[in-house]
């Protein structure tokens, strides 16, 4: 069974502090790890992917699969960064594919 | 605004009625997804079609909620008999291929009184 653990609700950091949200999963198969993010009142959206190796907004999220982690990081954080954070994990089940989440992380970057 | 859209934005109703929610992909995209987010708990998957193909439905998923996606256009969330757990944010989700990229709606919110 695919699962993917955030074990902190809340992350509060001053700003120009590093940032680390971390995200664990658990999945037979071969993983594909993304961020997903919601600012306040606005949809949820794609931040970033594992297979595309690709800093976004200045985060950067590596795939550790001897750890089973995929911890979305920042080393300066910003005001505009606070917002809710959701590890997922794709994978091919029963002929088709979907994502899990996880229960989300909020980050509060503070002045 | 060409991104998702969902109908209604809220719906309240009293428990033991039927609702239905509609999502409108973005145009191209062959693949929908329904999911359900509770409070302090991360979007739940529900269901996701291909084209007008209902191809997985999650075990959580009880008899009374049904979805359909004719012509592989819009797709439709019905609950029947709701009850007071069904009340959640839908969220719908479209995307063309894979799962690289969803692009999800606003939701509907609902609340069963």
């Known amino acids: 069974a695919q699962r993917v653990t955030q074990p902190e609700k809340l992350l509060s950091v001053f700003k120009g502090a590093p940032v680390e949200l971390k995200c664990n999963y658990s999945?037979?198969?071969?993983?594909?790890l993304f961020w997903y993010v919601q600012y306040s009142r606005q949809r949820l959206q794609l931040l970033l992917r594992?297979?595309s190796r690709e800093s976004i907004k200045g985060f950067t999220a590596d795939l550790n699969k001897g750890e089973t982690s995929f911890h979305l990081k920042k080393p300066f954080a910003q005001e505009e960064d606070s917002a809710m954070y959701y590890c997922?994990?794709?994978?091919?089940?029963?002929?088709?594919?979907?994502?899990?989440f996880g229960t989300g992380t909020q980050l509060k970057v503070e002045l | 605004d060409t991104g998702v859209s969902q109908d209604p934005r809220h719906k309240i109703t009293k428990r033991g009625q039927n609702v239905t929610f509609r999502c409108d992909p973005i145009?191209?995209?062959?693949?929908l997804y329904w999911y359900r987010q509770t409070l302090g708990q991360g979007p739940e998957f529900l269901t996701y079609?291909?084209?007008?193909?209902?191809?997985?439905k999650s075990r959580l998923l009880s008899d009374r909620f049904s979805a359909e996606r004719p012509k592989g256009s819009f797709s439709t969330l019905e609950i029947q008999r709701t009850e007071q757990g069904d009340s959640a944010m839908y969220l719908c989700?479209?995307?063309?291929?894979?799962?690289?990229?969803?692009?999800f709606g606003s939701g509907t919110q609902l609340s069963v009184l």
């Open positions: 989700a479209s995307t063309l291929g894979g799962v690289e990229k969803l692009f």
């Open positions: 999945y037979s198969g071969s993983p594909e």
């Open positions: 594992h297979i």
């Open positions: 997922a994990l794709g994978g091919i089940t029963g002929g088709g594919n979907k994502l899990t």
């Open positions: 145009s191209e995209h062959n693949r």
């Open positions: 079609f291909q084209n007008e193909a209902q191809l997985e």
